[in-house]
DNA sequence: CGGTTTAGGTCAACCCATGAAACAAACCCA
DNA sequence: TGGGTTTGTTTCATGGGTTGACCTAAACCG
């Protein structure tokens, strides 16, 4: 017999695991801070003393985690406070995306802010896996390089895939034609020079991260379905995202809309992706040269392009039933439409609504919301360099202690 | 901005904490253990040395949280070891169930095992809820006075609803003509003389949770369905229980399977409800007087009905496709077939199995498991008892200072 | 310009949980 | 019966956090 509840502390607390625990407490509380906070606030807020605070801050500023700002006045009376909030130098993360239209990298300090977004326009259909990662670890040099100037220094790297990704391995991305890709080895073969650690995951998870930092405070529970040529979401429920057993979950495009409907290269038949992709969306129409998916399709819906129009009301149709799935399953009330879907919300939103509206058991009583999601396509490298961030942010002593 | 995980310790943690942290680490220890586990052996597994046990072990006698199960002499030299295990006196959950067929009462002690189970046969389709749970107080008064006298103290009583509830109302029960009552409140009026805190949940949720515990640690991800006059699911993932954004996850009944399909009374088309619950399977044919839905099934089906096997067919069908769905979503390898579905699971795993390994897209490179729950009807019940010995579990700390 | 007010640092004394080492208890075996 | 062995307990030292007092710094106010 088993407490249902598995994920607790494995380990012995002793006093100085209780110091790391209050540092941790203290550093959350200058993370929710929506401005500098002092010390003294920072003791009423948590509970601990002036004393214990003054110490764990000491630990902080030595550990390039936070920094002073100098003292604000307020008018009152008194000495005036000074300011500390999370520092813009010190660790960052670095991300890597493989997109339709490019590869793009990008580092985010412990702030959360972009500081370094670099876009490569690539047509990789003709290339393989080792050249694209080629490419990407040299975008990763000059980011880092770049970086380093700004006195950042990039902690780990991750990579963004569209399609489902278990330690390294790339299982299926047809989007890029590729099958059981080791890419988390390749990519380190070919940034061994920068000593930077990597991890690879969904594109779509990363993205829904990148969202929910990008929320600030606002969105803790949400899906972020992203939208290319193929279909992913990202699932985060009170503020944790959602991995599933082996980190494959949110695979949308694959969600059975109409069980006898058009066949699908996975083998099924009636997959959201047969209807909603930007593929399915453009039918036949080929695509002119120079231009990508994404502009094709907006280009088009903007021209008032009826065959055009027809398709992204049976794609909105589609997506909206397989997201009413994803609702009552789940209980989640936001949905985020990302990816190409991002720059589509106007003509797909109102008919997601209309679905949702029947679909959803429990929406007669409680309201859904639909919108696009804020980050545009950038989302997913965003939310890439967001995990080492977001790594350091939970766990601050292990980069004490590096 | 926010870090991704806000489930952290909001409190500090001062040297009295420290001390419940590993209380509740020890009592982990002794949860998990197989067999009584002597002090010595849960210093060494814990990693906490053998005084800070001993004091630790004494406040947990001192609660009556666990008992010394005498001397074991396993022939070798030396002092022979005090074995320690959970205490089978002491706090009690209680566990109430409206089901199709009666309505059912509960006692776990904190072992997880069941020390009393009472049922009682009604049909409440012509009487209100007030009635109902008069009678469910009434049942319950004597399930309490009977583990008194074995030294149980029934600490919360949970009441298990098909349908989603929030804050002890429940917002619609078809199978029991109920809409926003507030069960919560009127079980609670009828019981004020018991003084146990009331919780309302959902039945499956309940269920989800009674096979959990009964698994013994083989288990840890999974899909309950529950199937009878509705259908819904109760997820577990990573040995916890989503819950959603209101606590209505796993309304699997209102998953769309043919958009275009028969309408619901829920005001959708297509809902699995239509395909696969009780009723739909039993097509029109009325069920005959003082037998149940659950054995009219079972019954024509093993009789050989060429209809009732048709329905099953398509139920079997339809089952594989909204949980198909509800695996690419969430990317869970297990699903349990619970409610009446366990009883005839035999005639529909094959048909589940077959729509699993066409639509989910991971099935091709690693397996699924479909199979019927282990509890039979009284999951709900069971589960829902031991949601308070859930809660004591993962705080025993808040027990002792009861 | 000096008094007041507030932020922050520093120092003692104390509390309390854990760790280390010594000690008592209860078994085996010869 | 006595040595060896393992278990559980007692005693003392350690160390972090708290409380409280006292002090300095830097603003406002009359």
Redesign the interface.
Known sequence: ?????????????R?E??RS??L??VF?HI??APAPISRTELATG???TRPTISRIVEELLAGNLITETGLTHDGRAGRPRVGLSISDKGPAGLGLDIRSDGLAACVVDL??TVRHLAFAPSTYADQGAPAVLAELARMAGTAIEATAAEDLTVVTATLAVPG?VDAGMV??APALGWRNVDAGALLRGATRHLAVPITVDNEANLAA?GE??AS??TL??FVYVSGGLGIG?G??????????????????G??????DGKPCP????G?LQTYASLPAILSDEPVPPHSTPDAAVTGRADAGDPATLAALDTAG?ALG??L???I??????TVLLGGAFSLLSSWLTATIRTELN?????A???PLTVRPAQLGPDAAVIGAALTAI?QI??HPTAWLLR
Do not use: F, K
């Open positions: 017999m088993r407490p249902s509840s598995p994920r607790q502390a494995a380990e012995p607390v006093q695991g209780l625990i209050n941790e407490l959350r993370l929710a948590t509970g601990l702030t959360g489902p299982r299926s991260l929910l930092y600030d405070n803790s529970s979401a699932i985060v429920l009170d503020g944790q995202l959602l991995r599933g057993v082996r980190g494959w979950s949110g695979e949308l694959h969600v059975t809309v109409y069980p996975c083998g099924s038949r997959c149709t039933i397989a009413s799935d994803v009552n399953i789940l209980d989640i009330d029947q679909r959803v058991l429990t007669a009583w409680a977001d942010r939970q």
